[in-house]
């Protein structure tokens, strides 16, 4: 499956923005999908992650209640809306999908490009 991430940019803290990532190639719904993030020097981090029926989602402690992971399997689609954001979440994000639900990168074997957020204080 190949997968599209798209949504980024600048934003000011205690703002919002949603990221999108489209799916190809394969059956979408086959997979879990989820989100991760790389701060500059820092390791690749999970951020959220989804079933494939979009059943059950998990979330980071630094995002939850403030970023929601949805997916549109009709659209091949999944989404990251993120609320009250802080300087700390600047970091390109990265979409990912994979066979398990899971918080750990290497249960992902397909990922998208990665969108760049960049939260302003």
């Known amino acids: 499956v190949q997968l599209q991430a798209s949504g980024g940019g600048l934003v000011q803290a205690g703002g919002s923005l949603r990221l999108s990532c489209a799916a190809s190639?394969?059956?979408?719904?086959?997979?879990?999908v989820g989100w991760f993030r790389q701060a500059p020097g820092r390791e690749r981090e999970f951020v959220a992650a989804?079933?494939?029926?979009?059943?059950?989602?998990t979330y980071a402690d630094s995002v939850k209640g403030r970023f929601t992971i949805a997916r549109d399997n009709a659209k091949d689609t999944m989404y990251l809306q993120m609320n009250s954001l802080k300087p700390e979440d600047t970091a390109v994000y990265y979409c990912?999908?994979?066979?398990?639900?899971?918080?750990?990168?290497?249960?992902?074997?397909?990922w998208g490009q990665g969108t760049q957020l960049t939260v302003s204080s």
């Open positions: 990912a999908a994979g066979f398990s639900y899971s918080s750990y990168s290497y249960t992902y074997g397909y």
């Open positions: 190639g394969r059956t979408f719904s086959n997979y879990a």
């Open positions: 989804i079933t494939k029926s979009g059943g059950r989602t």
